[in-house]
DNA sequence: TACGATTCTATTGTACACAATTTTTTTGGT
DNA sequence: ACCAAAAAAATTGTGTACAATAGAATCGTA
């Protein structure tokens, strides 16, 4: 039942490309609405983390969202920056970079919800069905409208 | 039958979030095995896409790998040195770049295969099941072994 | 058949990602 | 209490991604 050894390496039969190019296509969509909030999609997806918990270290928030501190250090001096959040070292353990939202990263979290609806109904849909093939429906759906 | 909409804003309710993660995770694992080739996981997509079709312009590359010339431009140029690909004008049409691989290009193909069989084996297993919780439970596997 | 619109590649600017290394601080064992 | 090992964040270096723009070549049509 093995797939015949040259059609192992056909671009439409590597489920990696499905999951990289949806993710690319995506993030596409995602970025130039969270524009209007001053969000990139990184920065959203640190944002949904503080909102559920906030305070919490680097590398707490690094666990969360699968990512390093080469990436996040440079991102929360930005969002620091832009007033979302504040930076400081846990006093119980010098070690530690505490993250908090300020206000106006807490306030910014109904303006999110609103902005962003519009593709969580579009990404609704896609919460049940087969992998694969579901996948490569995307992301026509992504690339082609 | 609506998510209430403080729960819309959940990490875990983000179907994004866990493509983008995926797609990470898979990319993690195929670099470090493409290495050994003198591949990235983009220009291992490149190479894909030239054995199934030789001879083709960048922005036909470019619509089936979903990459634009601002990526493909300097990637195609770094395989050119490599020695795996050529780069030249169209001559019917002297904006265009065709792009074909070199004797060393074709001959890395089944060495490849090789190499990336026992990812592929792994991923065998993705192509059926239920999308979202696949995708988490996939996600799992990527990042906790 | 000029010439504005379109197509194609290249360039510029911004924003990640992550491996590898470094620096600072803490911990655990003697 | 000392010190090697571990942990946490920051830094460095490399490699994408893509929007926006530029520049050259081709096309369509008045």
Redesign the interface.
């Known amino acids: 039942m093995d797939i015949a050894?040259d059609e192992?390496?056909?671009?439409d039969n590597?489920?990696?490309?499905a999951?990289?190019?949806?993710?690319?296509?995506?993030?596409r969509k995602?970025n130039p609405i969270l524009e209007r909030l001053g969000l990139t999609?990184t920065s959203y997806?640190v944002m949904?983390?503080l909102?559920?918990q906030d305070g919490v270290s680097v590398s707490e928030l690094g666990k969360?969202?699968?990512l390093d501190s080469g990436t996040l250090t440079p991102l929360l001096k930005k969002m620091e920056k832009q007033g979302l959040v504040l930076r400081r070292r846990d006093e119980a353990d010098e070690r530690v970079v505490l993250i908090a939202l300020t206000q106006k990263g807490r306030e910014l979290?109904a303006r999110?919800?609103r902005t962003?609806?519009s593709l969580?109904s579009t990404?609704q849909l896609?919460?049940?069905?087969?992998?694969?093939n579901?996948?490569k429906r995307l992301?026509g759906e992504l690339?082609e409208i």
């Open positions: 050894n192992l390496l056909k671009l590597e489920v990696g490309f999951l990289y190019a949806c993710s690319k296509g995506l993030i995602y999609y997806l949904l983390a909102w559920e969360k969202l699968y979290k999110t919800e962003v609806s969580n990404l896609i919460r049940e069905s087969s992998l694969f579901d996948l992301l690339y």
